[in-house]
């Protein structure tokens, strides 16, 4: 075959038209370049690129692809969330409950995705986001910026819950029914409740707007646990808990509260409007079961003395007498009784037909468990659990309670687990140079805290724990509530009930045992999705504290590298014996690329 020789002047003009087309591609890919990295458009094409990423994820197969990766090491960073996640809860999420049934207001309980139905990402702060405003200056004030929630400041602002001013949100510590301040109002119930000297020292505020009950009843030595739903006031529990006040999200509907049976020394209600008498007295018996023999049930607002619901104050009354609680005074629309000591007087016939719970019930089981129409016994409660009887505080932190003797040789058990925890907190304040102790932490959550050692070892800091006992664990929470610490039930194979970024420091033993089977060796969820559950609600700089046996150590370290932790492993303190590693991270403070433009 020839060649073809085509003239000079034709070779020339492909060759230029060559060259035009590689220099304007050259221009292009730079003009490219500038629009990505100088302009929005670059991090719009990202964000669709996460959210592409994200909605993959939601296919059971490449989710499982993806933990794998990470949990091999093989994964360099699990990708941010979209913004407007900033504040999701999976487990109260409206676009998902709203669907559900509204009888005994069933939509606004935990109502969890599967993991397979829910993308894998790490959720960003907000822009303008701070590290939260120091305890206790966080009581009076807290970043606007860091919840930019107005709708109560703008709704409750004239009643004193709280108000915007420049860069903060300012809490004069009022309420619906104490706009002149908790303070006061709590002077008022201290003439008709011991609420000095230690008598009283677990209290349950229900319904409790911004926790300023919670908040100031802590000068008094009761510690406080507050709840509310996630509702039209929204971002309550999200503001308690950046003000450093114990909070969770909750809603008394078809359910047991996550708490054992007579836990609070007071259960308190402000215009919580719960309807104590519907269904039968449903929810007057449940806040029954929580309250210990010889406790306060205080209720302000609705129906107590209001206008146009005389039937409902009747009938609160009646349910109270059928129970045989005392009133001790109305004063205003704030009714005060106290529960019996000693053992039921339910009379055989009441107009409610209220009748005892069997003998079998275990009144302290209250994960997913629905609500039951009959009066917890208390007939078996010891000494030690009655309000005035059972140990003032301090004195009860330390003092082995009859409820530890359900476990094997319990009281032996609770006086060892009491000394291992204050040698090994001693460790982590000394050798690994946590900063609990200082102003840095104030929110601190134990995973499996079983008899509440750690949190007892810390009670001269100024953090609170929220203790969380898992309902396939020894039923130990009622301890921990007879000491006179605080903590809830809870399954960590689910995501937690609380707002993303409320805890400055997570503690957890034996990781791995959470997720676990009993008496297996499979797992019934993982490691990885644990993991990011716990990033989640752990505050940007905020530490976690992992023990475990050095080979989970290994695989939490590599999937800490995933969730953007710097972490460090370092050694057990000499004195305990086992096998056991200490992880110590600390969550980075990073942001989306947008909120940096």
């Avoid at 458009?41 to 939601?58: K, N, V």
């Avoid at 510590?173 to 709590?186: L, N, R, S, W």
């Avoid at 209720?299 to 009354?317: H, T």
Wanted: hydrophobic share 40%.
């Amino acid at each position: 075959m020839g060649h073809l020789n085509l003239p000079s002047s034709k070779r020339n003009a492909r060759q230029y038209r060559l060259l035009d087309l590689v220099t304007a591609s050259f221009f292009g890919i730079v003009i490219i370049f500038f629009l990505l990295v100088f302009t929005p458009l670059g991090d719009s094409l990202a964000a669709s690129g996460r959210q592409a990423l994200l909605l993959s994820t939601a296919d059971p197969r490449q989710r499982q692809r993806l933990v794998a990766l990470v949990e091999a090491g093989q994964q360099q960073a699990i990708e941010a969330c979209p913004a407007e996640e900033v504040d999701h809860m999976p487990c109260e999420d409206p676009r998902r409950n709203s669907q559900l049934s509204r009888e005994m207001n069933f939509y606004r309980e935990r109502q969890c995705p599967l993991p397979a139905e829910t993308p894998l990402c790490l959720i960003p702060p907000p822009d303008g986001y701070h590290i939260p405003v120091r305890w206790p200056d966080s009581l009076h004030k807290i970043w606007h910026s860091n919840m930019p929630h107005n709708k109560i400041a703008d709704r409750k602002g004239h009643q004193g819950w709280m108000k915007e001013e420049g860069m903060y949100f300012i809490f004069p510590g009022g309420g619906t029914m104490f706009p002149d301040g908790a303070e006061q109002y709590i002077e008022k119930l201290s003439q008709y409740i011991p609420l000095t000297g230690g008598v009283l020292r677990t209290a349950l505020d229900m319904g409790c707007g911004v926790a300023s009950f919670g908040g100031y009843l802590l000068n008094k030595g009761i510690l406080t646990f507050s709840f509310a739903p996630r509702d039209s006031h929204k971002s309550q529990i999200q503001f308690a808990l950046e003000r450093g006040i114990p909070a969770l999200v909750a809603m008394l509907g078809t359910r047991r509260l996550p708490f054992p049976a007579f836990s609070f020394d007071l259960v308190h209600c402000s215009r919580c409007l719960i309807p104590f008498t519907a269904y039968n007295a449903t929810y007057f018996l449940e806040v029954d079961r929580l309250l210990r023999p010889g406790g306060y049930l205080v209720i302000s607002g609705p129906p107590v003395l209001w206008p146009k619901q005389d039937k409902e104050w009747a009938d609160l009354q009646a349910v109270a007498r059928a129970l045989c609680y005392e009133l001790k005074a109305v004063d205003g629309n704030t009714a005060i009784w106290k529960k019996p000591a000693g053992d039921s007087c339910l009379p055989n016939q009441n107009e409610f037909g209220l009748e005892l719970c069997d003998e079998s019930d275990d009144s302290s089981y209250a994960w997913y468990f629905k609500l039951k129409k009959c009066v917890t016994r208390i007939s078996s409660v010891k000494d030690d659990q009655v309000v005035g009887m059972i140990p003032n505080w301090p004195d009860r932190l330390t003092k082995a309670p009859s409820r530890a003797t359900l476990l094997k040789n319990g009281i032996d058990v609770f006086e060892a687990d009491t000394r291992r925890w204050a040698r090994r907190v001693a460790y982590y304040k000394n050798s690994l140079n946590l900063k609990l102790g200082t102003a840095a932490i104030r929110n601190v959550m134990d995973m499996n805290a079983f008899f509440g050692g750690f949190a007892a070892a810390l009670t001269s800091d100024p953090v609170w724990v929220m203790n969380v006992v898992p309902p396939r664990k020894p039923s130990t929470l009622g301890v921990i509530y007879d000491r006179g610490l605080i903590g809830v039930y809870h399954d960590w194979c689910e995501p937690f009930s609380t707002y993303p970024r409320t805890y400055d420091l997570i503690h957890v033993t034996s990781i791995e045992s959470l997720i676990k089977i009993l008496g297996s060796g499979k797992n019934r969820c993982n490691l990885v999705d644990l993991m990011v559950e716990m990033d989640r609600i752990l505050r940007p700089e905020g530490t976690v504290v992992i023990r475990d046996s050095p080979e989970v150590i290994d695989k939490i370290g590599r999937i800490a590298q995933a969730v953007r932790w710097t972490a460090t492993i370092h050694e057990k303190e000499p004195e305990s014996h086992g096998r056991e590693k200490i992880l110590v991270a600390t969550k980075n403070f990073w942001k989306l690329p947008s909120a940096s433009h």
